[in-house]
């Protein structure tokens, strides 16, 4: 049986020593047929493999037998056929000559012809017995081999990729070496240097070796990997940690349990103390703080009692008002690198006495010494309280009466005539009706009777107070710096502070207040003389910080301040006073009135009208809400206005008006009523029902 191969390679010679190699023979012993002599391509561009087929010599398989072959190629045959191979070969050398077609090549070569009834070709097997590989390559083909993934596989040296055939001559051998992956690790440490974190992927030592299989034709390398982990140094981690500066709070068990892992993960090594923080001082008031709105009464006679629809809170003589709860100190921490961290400041509740109020010594309690109604102010860590007394006055306010004029809440079981004035620096309450009268309240207004022709004003400050605000301000802020100065003029020669404790600080400031404090002198002239108009409108605690500011700075007959101590008390006490200018209202502002006619009332909160009114001004900061009609007259309300109908038959002139932030809802619109919200105003030319108004996005109006 004829044995033959056909191989490629980049040249002639090569696939001939590859098929002499698959062959296992020599040169003299096979013939040699050149198929296709490869070179580059068209242009020099690109190449062809070569291509030959290699034929074992009859005599060769006859195992020294010299029969000849009919079909044997001739010596003359072979000659030529060589000379073929040796002109391929020049061809080679040459790339940019054409080469010649390959019918050219072989055409004094020929062949024995495969019968029908000739052997099936059979290919070679390779297998592993006890980790090493053997190979069968005595078929006609020889058999196949796929690396395996992750291991590295050596034939004759050289690293296998995907699939090569392999001969007996082959040393195919799996890489003994251990393939190391080491470990990847780093310490974070948080903003705070109260966590340090170990990020970790850990290492592994990773070995292969080959497991035993049956021969095979083509065979992909089975393997088993085994993986051994290699541990991160404790110690590394240690010395990065001092490195880092990480002296507190590290964590062996957890720096191990890190370094031993087999997963990737974060583990905290060292964690700080945070401090712990503490709680200011708090206080519990012991009086209802908010005016109660109730609702109307209804009487056994059908009808309804609207007098008693507001509740005001009061306490009696001998009532504790406010008990305040002790200030809890934190407790320090230590930060990764052994620093202590110190816990945010804590305050305690300090308690003002107002007017009617009186502090137990320890601090911790504030008593009312008389009854009326409480009032709080808090900020920030100080809470003043006081006690407004409360004038019940019998009767109506009249000629015999007299005006009046109260420092607190006024209750009024009667009306107020024609001509009579009532102002109250708390909240009034008006029983019966009220004539062309004018009625001042500080925050609120109980009317339960008719307004006819009055002048109303609720929750506006009186001017002093007003002016009184910045004047304030700028006093603490120059007496801060006057006693800068008088601190370091007291370490002259001139002005030694022996003199200073006999004489007092007049003369001193004397000489400042005419000199470098001139504008501070100006504005305690201006305070002075503004308190002196007032005086009548003054409490205790102003009407005392007044005298205490013209016998320190102005008259100065008596020495003045006598040291700095009382200076800097005065100081205090001047922003005291301002943060209660400045602080929040614990009162409501608000007018309940029944019905009000060709009357002017302004409110600086909201105010609710019981069943109308008719040619009125009616001027509200919050909103007006009214169950019954408003006819003629202007009514605006910055928050809003809801009310049940508004205008008149005959177009009688109403207008109502709110800010463009508000809107405006009314049940029954009349001709002629006007409605303007911010700029917008629309006038209705016909009756109208649900009428709801606000702007739109581009600062339309909308009526719907």
């Known amino acids: ?122 290919q070679g097997e390779i297998g592993i017995e006890n980790g090493v590989f053997r190979i069968v390559a005595s078929g006609d083909r020889l058999p196949l081999l796929t690396a395996p993934a992750g291991a590295v596989l050596y034939k004759n040296g050289v690293p296998v990729e995907g699939r090569v055939s392999v001969s007996r001559e082959d040393r195919l051998e799996l890489e003994s070496k ?35 299989c049956k021969p095979q034709t083509h065979l992909s390398v089975p393997v088993q990997a085994s993986r051994t982990l290699l541990p991160v140094s404790e110690a590394e981690v240690a010395a990065r940690l001092k490195e880092m500066g990480v002296l507190y709070g590290i964590r062996p068990a957890e720096i191990k349990a890190a370094c031993f892992t087999e997963h990737a993960g974060v583990y905290t090594v060292a964690e700080g103390s945070p401090a712990v923080q503490g709680t200011n001082g708090s206080f519990e008031m012991n009086f209802e703080t908010e005016t109660k709105h109730l609702g109307p009464k209804n009487r056994e006679d059908g009808t309804i009692d609207y007098r008693e629809i507001v509740e005001f809170p009061t306490v009696v003589e001998g009532d504790v008002l406010v008990r305040t709860l002790p200030a809890k100190p934190g407790r320090p921490g230590r930060d990764l690198m052994d620093r202590p961290i110190q816990p945010n400041p804590v305050h305690p509740i300090q308690l003002a006495a107002g007017e009617g109020v009186s502090v137990t010594e320890d601090g911790r309690r504030a008593v009312a010494i008389r009854s009326g109604m ?113 601190e370091q003029l007291s ?57 205490r500011l013209k016998t320190g700075f102005l008259d100065l007959r008596l020495g003045g ?58 001027y509200c900061q919050g909103t007006l809400d009214s169950g019954g009609t408003l006819r003629g007259g202007v009514y605006f309300a910055g ?10 038959h005959g177009g009688v002139a109403t207008k109502l008006q709110v800010s463009e932030k508000a809107s405006i809802k009314v049940g029954n619109v009349m001709e002629g009523t006007i409605v303007q919200i911010g700029r917008r105003s629309f006038q209705f030319i016909e009756a109208a029902s649900n009428v709801h108004g606000r702007l739109g996005p581009s600062g339309e109006l909308l009526l719907f």
Request: hydrophobic share 40%.
């Open 561 to 618: 301040f006598r040291n700095a101590s009382e200076l800097d008390l005065f100081r205090r006490r001047t922003l005291e006073l301002y943060e209660s200018l400045c602080g929040p209202e614990d009162r409501p502002i608000f007018a309940d009135i029944q019905y009000a006619q060709n009357s002017h009332l302004y409110c600086g909160g909201s105010v609710r009208v019981a069943k109308g009114c008719y040619n009125t001004t009616l």
């Open 374 to 486: 409480p009032r709080v102010k808090h900020q920030a860590f100080r809470v003043h309280l006081s006690v407004l007394p409360k004038l019940s006055h019998r009767g109506d306010v009249d000629l015999k009466s007299g005006n009046i004029r109260f420092h607190g809440d006024v209750e009024i079981s009667g009306g107020i005539q024609n001509g009579m004035k009532v102002e109250s620096f708390g909240s009034l309450a008006v029983r019966g009706a009220v004539g062309s009268a004018t009625i001042d309240a500080a925050y609120s207004l109980i009317a339960s009777g008719s307004l006819i022709g009055a002048q109303v004003n609720v929750g506006k400050r009186n001017e002093f107070v007003d002016q009184a605000e910045p004047m304030l301000l700028e006093i603490a802020s120059q007496t801060l710096m006057l006693q800068s100065a008088i």
């Open 1 to 122: 049986m004829e044995r033959s191969i056909i191989t490629r390679a980049k040249s002639a010679e090569t696939a001939v020593e590859e098929a002499l190699k698959l062959l296992a023979v020599n040169r003299e012993s096979v013939q040699i047929e050149i198929i296709e002599p490869g070179g580059r391509g068209l242009l020099g561009l690109g190449s062809r493999l070569a291509v030959v087929k290699v034929t074992v010599l009859q005599m060769q398989e006859g195992r020294g037998s010299a029969a000849p072959d009919s079909a044997a190629a001739s010596p003359g045959q072979a000659d030529q056929t060589l000379s073929a191979e040796a002109a391929a070969f020049s061809r080679e050398e040459q790339p940019t000559a054409a080469p010649p077609r390959a019918a050219e090549q072989i055409q004094a070569v020929q062949t024995k012809p495969v019968s029908a009834d000739a052997e099936p070709v059979q």
């Open 178 to 212: 251990p393939q190391v992956e080491p470990a990847v690790w780093r310490i974070e440490i948080d903003d705070f240097c109260l966590r340090a974190e170990l990020h970790i992927q850990p290492g592994f030592e990773t070995r292969y070796t080959l497991i035993d």
């Open 639 to 648: 928050k809003g206005i809801n009310v049940k109908e508004v205008g008149a």
């Open 491 to 547: 370490q002259t020669a001139a002005f030694k502070l022996n003199d200073l404790q006999q004489t007092g600080l007049g003369a001193l400031l004397n000489v400042l207040l005419r000199g470098k404090f001139k504008t501070l002198h100006a504005v305690l002239v201006r305070f002075s003389e503004q308190a002196g108009k007032n005086e009548a409108q003054l409490d205790e605690e102003w009407a005392a910080y007044a005298t």
